[in-house]
């Protein structure tokens, strides 16, 4: 590594020219102060400032101490001159272990000391270029040496690639568990909770650990082409990670097997090596689905109780769940469409249909915004203005008949983009049970800022699915 030479005299003239830069500045904008002048005279020398402190940092003019930075389990060294008080006045490790010393060693794991010059940059400058493999190196730099700001920014910088699809979530997770950021801890579990069919079929699927699978599996707001899928999903990991019996039965027994169609649980027990090998931990469950599915929900409710988990779907992609809806230039005019779900789970609701209605509007007033053009005394009052309305989605079936006797449907909205060619969720919006439409829906969206996170090439991309509930089911003695 070059190490740059420098002179003593001609460094500290250097390092005080910059604080007498400082200074004028300071005085200059005084003088403007005292001048009287009605509106004050900025004078801004900020970015002067920070060229100097790059330089100050790139060729160590005026070091006053060594930092040595040890890549453990090698003999890679590198070495910054860097100047005590910049270094102290951002951390209190940094206070500690500098005193009076000229020169200090400090040993970090291979990737933070890869990164170190980076984290020098931001301590000199507040500011530095992130890539995604540098994100956890730095965020454990910050922490370790107490710098709040960074630890701030490089976890905001996490949350938003893991939005925009980019972001490795899995081992961002593990990360944010073993640091105990709880935030980036629940932004991770979103992520992975709103794409697990995108992440099941990546690499990063290999590496989820036991508790992180434990997170998963019972959450209803997995998003997914179907149930078989999540099983499929487990089936690969449990035969790449080959967990404790103990963990694979729990993970089974997680598997909502009324949600697989008869078929399909047949095919499963006869070449499954996941239930050949852990068949007897499931057995009553897979027993459970096969009586759901050969009665009525209404009949099955007379004999057992129908508000578990394992009766209630999870966001299924598949046609017999929902649609997806692209709305091309969303903030033009109102659109609607329509499209048809299965009333139920049940094999014996297999082919019965529910038809929904859907309406989107860009600009949909609520009657306390909606024109008025005069008053009582005939005085013209000003209508509202279209970007006082919000957008509004209301999902209606297409009948009120019977077919749907005691059952509610919980309707979930899906707002997301394509990237390589893979659905990826950024906002979920679910309706209450009783209603047809969810209130916040894109409340805080502009559809018509082309670049807006909420459109994909001026597109909003939708997918919306319907559940059916069975809690009004309630289970009578036999």
Request: aromatic share 8%; with cysteine; glycine share 6%.
């Amino acid at each position: 590594m070059l190490r740059p030479t420098f002179s003593r005299a001609g460094c500290w003239g250097s390092f005080w020219a910059l604080l007498t830069l400082v200074g004028l500045a300071t005085r200059a904008a005084q003088r403007a102060d005292i001048s009287g002048e009605a509106a004050g005279t900025s004078i801004n020398h900020s970015q002067m400032l920070l060229q100097r402190l790059q330089e100050l940092l790139r060729q160590g003019n005026a070091s006053d101490v060594v930092v040595r930075v040890q890549a453990l389990g090698t003999d890679e060294v590198r070495v910054f001159h860097t100047h005590r008080m910049l270094l102290r006045l951002h951390s209190e490790l940094f206070r500690e272990l500098l005193g009076n010393r000229s020169e200090v060693v400090l040993q970090e794991p291979r990737d933070c000391a890869a990164v170190f010059d980076k984290f020098l940059r931001y301590l000199y400058c507040g500011e530095l270029t992130v890539q995604l493999a540098q994100a956890i190196p730095l965020h454990r730099l910050a922490t370790k040496y107490g710098v709040a700001s960074l630890q701030r920014g490089v976890a905001d910088y996490m949350r938003a690639h893991l939005a925009g699809g980019l972001g490795p979530a899995v081992g961002w997770y593990h990360y944010a568990v073993s640091t105990g950021d709880e935030a980036l801890r629940q932004s991770c579990l979103q992520f992975l909770a709103w794409n697990l069919s995108a992440v099941a079929g990546s690499a990063e699927w290999g590496t989820v650990s036991p508790e992180l699978l434990a997170q998963l599996l019972p959450r209803s707001d997995l998003v997914l082409q179907d149930e078989l899928e999540l099983f499929q999903a487990l089936e690969a990991w449990l035969g790449r990670v080959r967990p404790p019996r103990t963990v694979a039965e729990r993970a089974l027994r997680a598997i909502r097997f009324p949600m697989i169609p008869p078929a399909q649980l047949f095919q499963l027990q006869a070449r499954s090596p996941a239930l050949a090998r852990h068949g007897d931990a499931v057995a009553d469950l897979l027993l459970q689905a096969y009586q759901f599915h050969a009665a009525s929900p209404l009949h099955y409710a007379k004999f057992f109780a129908l508000n578990g988990s394992a009766f209630l779907p999870r966001n299924y992609l598949a046609p017999a769940w929902g649609a997806p809806w692209v709305i091309n230039n969303p903030a033009r005019d109102d659109r609607s469409t329509s499209f048809q779900t299965q009333l139920g789970p049940s094999g014996h609701d297999s082919g019965r249909r529910v038809t929904w209605n859907v309406l989107f509007s860009p600009r949909w007033l609520p009657v306390s915004l909606r024109p008025v053009y005069a008053d009582a005394a005939g005085t013209a009052l000003p209508a509202a203005r279209p970007e006082d309305g919000r957008p509004r989605l209301v999902v209606t079936p297409a009948s009120s008949g019977g077919d749907a006797a005691g059952v509610s449907f919980q309707k979930t909205v899906l707002v997301g983009a394509r990237l390589h060619g893979r659905l990826l969720v950024r906002h979920v919006y679910s309706f209450h049970q009783s209603s047809e439409e969810a209130g916040d829906f894109l409340a805080h969206a502009d559809l018509q800022r082309r670049n807006s996170e909420y459109l994909v090439e001026n597109a909003l991309h939708l997918h919306l699915i319907v559940k059916p509930v069975y809690q009004a089911l309630i289970r009578t003695p036999k």
